[in-house]
């Protein structure tokens, strides 16, 4: 993050020809106080301006923030609300931040295994390879049952040969989101994603 790409953003945005992602990247610096002085209530209306839009990230990063209690109290309530939303947000960061939040638990939703599994069956769905090999292990795991399990075990394999082949080709479209949490050997993973091309 820059104080140069905030401002070419921010203009974009004022100029009525930015997008959700512009939102997004401005509410965050605000915040957060990157590279600008933070105003919590300014970021705040980004945010929700881009999850007004749809954008399920927005809403994620709106859930998070009630979540953590640091920028602005913690309230579970308005945490839920977004969490909600960004559930049925756009794309799939949305949809991934949920399954991670009830996969781990949080502050403000508890664990919840069986919920994680179906989301991260939606993002697979919608094309994002992390997604996919957690869903792919979970059913591996034998607690969804055996036919399940055998899928997990065919899929796993496959799934890694996917995101090496997204990796070497490049991945413009962020599919590979949050790689090394989930896929196997994830050093070698980000070394070989280091020697990529990725705009």
């Not at 512009?22 to 509410?27: A, L, N, P, S, T």
């Not at 794309?91 to 949920?98: A, C, K, L, P, R």
């Amino acid at each position: 993050m820059t104080a140069r790409e905030f401002e070419k953003r921010l203009a974009h945005l004022e100029g009525g020809t930015g997008s959700s992602r512009d939102m997004i990247y401005v509410g965050w610096c605000l915040l957060n106080g990157e590279e600008v002085s933070s105003d919590v209530e300014r970021g705040k209306e980004w945010l929700i301006r881009a999850a007004q839009l749809g954008n399920g990230e927005a809403c994620l990063r709106l859930a998070d923030m009630y979540t953590a209690g640091d920028v602005v109290p913690r309230d579970c309530a308005q945490a839920a609300l977004w969490y909600d939303r960004a559930e049925r947000g756009d794309g799939f960061h949305g949809i991934y931040g949920v399954a991670v939040a009830v996969y781990f638990g949080n502050e403000c939703l508890g664990v919840d295994r069986d919920r994680a599994l179906l989301l991260f069956q939606k993002a697979a769905a919608r094309g994002h390879i992390p997604s996919k090999a957690q869903w792919a292990r979970m059913c591996r795991s034998g607690e969804y049952g055996l036919w399940r399990r055998v899928l997990g075990n065919l899929l796993v394999p496959l799934i890694a040969i996917q995101a090496i082949f997204e990796s070497v080709r490049g991945d413009p479209d962020e599919r590979l989101f949050d790689a090394g949490r989930w896929l196997p050997n994830s050093e070698a993973f980000a070394r070989l994603r280091a020697g990529t091309r990725y705009e």
